[in-house]
């Protein structure tokens, strides 16, 4: 994944703030100090550490607050990449090249880019430094071959579609790892769609298709866990549970799986085509920081989103330990809120607004179809629309292919998107 950069600020740095992302590139370390030639300056008032969704919506509404001389950003990526519509490009229905911007496109005018990686985190002295896990036994080298893919990263996302394509017979095994990830409902969207695919090939008899997840349950909500369990009957799916990817080996077309309530038992599965999702993880620089909390994660309030112990830092996104699912939707509700905890805070206020943990996942169950999973952090239904959002709908899947790109890179990424709050109170005018 990649990270941070930095400047170092003095005792004038109002905030620090904290915006990071998890992902799976290697962080290489390299050391650079304050206002090395990365930046045009070394202190700002508010510094944005990454360029994911979160920096990137929250640098905007930064530059709103203070003006945008006083906001950096540290992001080493050339491109920005709209992640949600991977699950789309591994199974051929959008092109990769829709999904990227340059990352200087993105950032908002007169925001400062500082283009380094950020190495260490001193919240202490309100610096930081630029420089410029756990794996899974043969990858990433076993990416090489062919048949496997991943929707999780740009690198492996079209050789999804390619294994889909090159698919005669056998098994097609999709996988959910031991660690928090992503999107969560990604790893069996990708199952689903390579379901109507190879119906529509008239491969389907051939294939054996099986989803071996580390988790005990198909979705943590119950009522969209109802629904597909029933199109995991109807479609003739297999899904295991308990079972965790530990070795890949490539040239065998073999995958090995642990038992995770068997500990040491392991089950060997040839593949004809497998989809990864990787373990994923904080970055080392949050992990070894003091903003960390035990288990690597920024440990910030689950309601301001504001940090437990250094009030100048907050987080948003997937670098945060908040207890809900990691996706673009709940960092566009996150970023609504957390504009108003700062906003409150450099008053010297009280936090108002509250996050309510929501999230949504559009869970891709066909070319043509979504079930809009959407919810709070007590795993209940929290829909924006006045219909069962249960149920496949063309409708939601048009939302989710079409609509939220637009979305996203037009309002959410310029700090006009705080999620679809205002939307539910409107549908559901005088009920709840
Ligand atoms: C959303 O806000 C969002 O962030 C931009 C997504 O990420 C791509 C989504 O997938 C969804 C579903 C939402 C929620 C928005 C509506 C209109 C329900």
Redesign the pocket.
């Known amino acids: 994944m990649s990270l941070l950069g930095s400047v170092v600020s003095s005792p004038s740095t109002r905030l620090f703030a904290c915006f990071l992302r998890l992902g799976a590139q290697q962080a290489g370390l390299l050391q650079l100090h304050t206002g090395a030639s990365h930046a045009a300056k070394s202190h700002y008032e508010v510094l944005v550490l990454g360029g994911g969704s979160g920096g990137i919506c929250m640098a905007a509404r930064m530059k709103r607050r203070v003006g945008a001389e006083n906001v950096a950003i540290v992001e080493p990526s050339e491109r920005h990449f709209y992640q949600?519509i991977w699950t789309l490009v591994g199974a051929g229905a959008k092109q990769l090249s829709s999904s990227g911007r340059p990352t200087a496109s993105v950032i908002p005018s007169g925001v400062e880019w500082i283009k380094a990686r950020v190495v260490e985190l001193n919240p202490d002295k309100n610096c930081i430094h630029t420089d410029n896990g756990k794996e899974i036994k043969g990858l990433p080298e076993g990416f090489a071959h062919p048949k496997i893919g991943s929707n999780y990263s740009v690198r492996t996302v079209e050789k999804t579609w390619k294994a889909l394509q090159d698919f005669k017979e056998g098994n097609a095994i999709f996988t959910f790892p031991n660690t928090p990830v992503k999107c969560a409902g990604a790893p069996q969207k990708i199952m689903y769609l390579s379901e109507a695919y190879f119906r529509k090939m008239g491969k389907r008899p051939k294939a054996n298709i099986i989803f071996n997840t580390s988790l005990g349950a198909i979705f943590g909500v119950k009522k969209y866990a109802d629904a597909l369990q029933k199109i995991i009957q109807d479609r003739n799916l297999t899904v295991n549970y308990k079972q965790n990817l530990i070795e890949v080996r490539a040239d065998k077309q073999e995958a090995v799986f642990e038992n995770l309530d068997k500990p040491g038992e392991t089950q060997v599965i040839s593949y004809e085509m497998l989809h990864v999702t990787p373990p994923m993880g904080p970055p080392d620089v949050i992990k070894m920081s003091p903003v960390a909390d035990a288990a690597g994660w920024v440990d910030v309030d689950k309601e301001t989103l504001q940090h437990k112990r250094y009030p100048n830092v907050f987080g948003i996104g997937d670098c945060t330990n908040l207890p809900t699912s990691k996706?673009?939707?709940a960092v566009?509700a996150q970023s609504g809120i957390l504009d108003k905890t700062i906003s409150r805070i450099m008053k010297n206020q009280i936090p108002m607004k509250k996050y309510d943990g929501y999230t949504?996942c559009?869970l891709v169950t066909g070319y043509s179809r979504v079930i809009?999973a959407?919810f709070d952090y007590n795993a209940q239904p929290l829909e924006?629309f006045p219909f069962d959002q249960s149920k496949e709908r063309l409708s939601m899947y048009l939302?989710?292919a079409d609509m939220?790109p637009f979305?996203?890179w037009n309002m959410?990424l310029r700090g006009y998107?705080g999620?679809?709050a205002f939307?539910r109170k409107l549908f559901h005018l005088g009920l709840s």
């Open positions: 949600p996706t673009a939707a566009a949504s559009p809009l959407e924006t939302m989710k939220m979305l996203y959410m998107w999620g679809p939307l």
